[in-house]
């Protein structure tokens, strides 16, 4: 397996994985957004590509669209593909147990759980951020929170979150949506950000304040 995150890792987020080839060149997985694909099983099943697959099947309430008739039994599917080296699930739905079995099988198939959260109304306190990252740590590999900055100083407070929970050895994944935080997609993996994401196409960006593929891995290699 070679999505571990030991070390940074780009991400190449589509809806469509014959899109793979075209992120070959920056990206060093894809993150294959099955909420937003039509029959992703059916894509999953037909996948040649040269890239590991990171699956995310994100919920309504998180800002995707599966809503949860069946979203983490698709998961438990879609790991069983041998492209399939990593799997998204939401902290909210390990806390409240829905989706405890999802990690254990993933474990058992050795693919890497990336527990995330995100908040698309502001960003909480530092203390909070911490307490986020240090929740979502205890139930998979990497901690993923995205939050939304509305000043220079949220996103500060994330880069300091990021950098303490990196210095205690967690493994974390941390980005600021919005105009006010999205130069930290290009600069959190710095301060030990693990996973950037970033649209094969431009015009299908998946979350707000998002760079193009291409100017991410220039920004992020040029930085580290």
Known sequence: MTLT???FRLAASTADL???????????CVEFRMDLADDPLDALAEYDGELPLLVTNRA??????ADDGGRIDALKRAIEHEAVEAVDIELAALEDGEGLDLVEAAEERDVSVVVSTHDFEGTPSKGELQSLLTRASTYGDVAKLAVTAESRADA???LGA???MTGRGERVATMAMGEAGSHTRAVAPVYGSKIGYAPVDPEKA???GQYDLETLR???DRLT
Do not use: K, N, Y
């Open 206 to 208: 998946t979350a707000p």
């Open 156 to 158: 500060l407070a994330l």
């Open 218 to 220: 220039e920004l992020v």
């Open 60 to 65: 309504d309430w998180e800002g995707g669209e």
């Open 162 to 164: 990021t950098h303490e």
């Open 18 to 28: 014959s899109e793979e080839s075209a992120a070959r060149e920056h990206a060093d």
């Open 5 to 7: 995150f030991d070390s």
